[in-house]
Each structure stands twice: as structure tokens, then as C-alpha cells.
């Protein structure tokens, strides 16, 4: 399939906001989240820090990737609205993008504001970071779909499309209690390391443990559901639809949750080092993207009880 120039863009845009992503994930397990101390957007006080630390540095990289990130957003939305009709999706989905970057951009100021980075342990930090995690996957789909839409030329539709509607509904709420509790997770392991996976059950069984080591304990339980409902959406997705995208998108959303799972198992048995939460991270990332996408070009398509009920009267005849 050859791309137009957007497509490539897009595409080019979402890879490198996956980047910053990370990165991002990276400043928040280093402990550099403070290293512009309480200001934003100068980085303690400055536009330029002339004596920074590590950690400054860090935080300050992942400021300046962050602002590139908007531009480039800023430049899709503009292209989308020249390239594309009122009701496009790619259009829509540009609009969408640039909506949850600028939220994105105002609770990670708020993260750094209210002092929500380093060794803050409050469950407001954590409550922030989930508000964070749903936003950075709603950014994430919006991308992806005006990506997909301006590759594909797709156009979806919820209504009379049946089950399915219902079955991608809970797998995308699935998804993003599976994101928050892994959110928590990751910040509890950040806050309260742990050398033996003894040592970390023992803090997570603790009456008297801190909030943040006790959620932690039901993360790996919501991984194994989520995943396998993840996996059944992919298998019925491809029964039910048969659109040229559809089985490639399932097989790739099957393929990538069993990975997680395996690579959720090894980051348990290692105690969380912070590659790993990385990696962990991007499957996370990959995973949602396959679902938005399949969840698209699935609800692209008619649905099938329509299609039963067109053929009928001539099966009759």
C-alpha cells in the first residue's frame, strides 16, 4: 500500500510521540521528575538551565521532546483540515489529537506544580498519574486513527453494527483498567523497590503497607483477565468480520497481549528493572494501538446480521 504524504506524517508523528512516551516513563523511574524542581514551564526558574544536575537534564530533554511533540501535532491538525473534508475521520481524529495533547501538556504541568514527581508517595500522585495514563491513551488512539484514516480511507460507524459494538466497548474499558492498575504499579515500584520477589509479596500482604504496595498485589490478577478477553476480541473480531485489515490487526492484537503477558512475568521475577518497565510500557502502547485499530476497521464494515438478512429473500427466490 503506497502512503500519501500525511499518512507518512502521521504515522512519523505517532512513532515519535511513542518516543517521548517512554522517555517520559524513563524521568518518572530515574527520580528526575523533580529536576526542574516546582516550575513550568521554566525549569527551576530559567529558560535555559545553566547549572543543571543529571536529573535536570533529564527532565529538562523530556520538556523540550514534549514541546516538539505538540508542534508536530499542530502541524497534522493543520494538514488534516487542508487535506480533508468536513466530516473525515483523519480529520476528526487530528482535532482529537491535538484536544488530549494540550491536556496532556496541562496535567504534566500539574504533575510538576502541585509536586505530584521524586519521592512524593501521596495518593493524589497516584490518582494524577492514572489521570495521566488514560489522556496519553486517548492521545494515542486519536493519532493512530487519523493515521489509519488517511492510509486506509476507512470510515467507521457504531450504529447497527450489533455484539461487536458491546465486545470492543469492554475490551477498550479493559484496556484502560489494565493501563491504570500497571500506572500504579509502576509507581509503587518506584517508591518501594524491592531485591526478592519474597520480600516484595511480603510488603504486598502487609496490613500495615502503604497503599500504593497493596494495589500493586492485584495488578498481575488484572493482567491475566484483561489479556485473555483481549485475546477472546481478537479471535471473535476475526470470525465475525473479514475485511482485508481485520485478521492481521486480530492475529498482530493476540500475538502482542501473549508477549506482554510473558514480558509482565519476567518484569515480576526480575523486581521491575526500569528497561523493562519500558519495554512493558511500549507493549502496553502497541497493544492499544492494535485494538483502536482493529476496533476501526472492524466497525468499517457492515455488520453481519445485516448481511444475512440482505441475502435471504434471494436465497428464497
Known amino acids: 500500500m503506497e502512503l500519501n504524504r500525511f499518512a507518512k506524517f502521521a504515522w512519523s508523528t505517532l512513532a515519535y510521540v511513542l518516543v517521548v512516551i517512554v522517555w517520559g516513563a524513563y524521568v518518572r523511574a530515574s527520580?528526575?521528575?523533580a529536576g526542574c524542581g516546582s516550575h513550568w514551564p521554566l525549569c527551576n526558574g530559567e529558560i535555559?538551565?545553566?547549572t543543571p544536575t543529571i536529573k535536570t537534564l533529564i527532565e529538562y530533554s523530556h520538556r523540550l521532546s514534549s514541546g516538539l511533540a505538540l508542534v508536530l501535532v499542530v502541524v497534522m491538525?493543520?494538514?488534516a483540515f487542508r487535506a480533508y473534508g468536513r466530516k473525515h475521520p483523519a480529520r476528526i481524529g487530528a482535532a482529537l489529537s491535538m484536544f488530549f495533547m494540550l491536556t496532556e501538556a496541562a496535567i504534566g504541568a500539574g504533575l510538576v506544580l502541585f509536586e505530584y514527581v521524586a519521592?512524593?508517595?501521596s495518593i493524589a500522585r497516584a490518582l494524577w498519574m492514572s489521570g495521566h495514563l488514560i489522556n496519553t491513551f486517548l492521545l494515542v488512539a486519536a493519532m493512530s486513527l487519523t493515521a489509519w484514516a488517511?492510509?486506509?480511507g476507512e470510515r467507521f460507524k457504531v450504529r447497527g453494527q450489533g455484539t461487536i459494538n458491546w465486545l470492543f466497548a469492554a475490551a477498550i474499558i479493559g484496556t484502560l483498567i489494565l493501563g491504570v492498575s500497571g500506572a500504579v504499579t509502576a509507581l509503587g515500584g518506584t517508591l518501594f523497590p524491592v531485591t526478592s520477589l519474597a520480600e516484595g509479596l511480603k510488603q504486598d500482604l502487609s496490613?500495615?503497607?502503604h497503599v500504593l504496595i497493596r494495589l500493586r498485589f492485584f495488578h498481575p490478577f488484572i493482567a491475566v483477565v484483561v489479556g485473555a478477553f483481549l485475546i477472546l476480541t481478537g479471535w471473535l473480531a476475526r470470525a465475525w468480520r473479514s475485511g482485508e485489515w481485520t485478521k492481521p490487526l486480530a492475529n498482530a492484537l493476540i500475538a502482542l497481549v501473549i508477549i506482554q503477558l510473558g514480558a509482565g512475568l519476567i518484569n515480576l521475577l526480575l523486581h521491575a528493572p526500569i528497561w523493562l518497565q519500558l519495554v512493558h510500557l511500549l507493549m502496553s502502547d502497541?497493544?492499544?494501538i492494535a485494538l483502536a485499530l482493529l476496533a476501526f476497521t472492524a466497525l468499517a464494515q457492515p455488520a453481519?446480521?445485516?448481511?444475512?438478512r440482505a441475502v435471504q429473500p434471494v436465497a428464497a427466490s
Open 48 to 50: 535555559i538551565p545553566r
Open 119 to 121: 519521592e512524593n508517595k
Open 304 to 308: 453481519r446480521e445485516t448481511s444475512i
Open 286 to 288: 502497541l497493544i492499544w
Open 207 to 209: 496490613p500495615t503497607a
Open 150 to 152: 488517511a492510509t486506509t
Open 77 to 79: 491538525l493543520i494538514w
Open 31 to 33: 527520580g528526575a521528575g
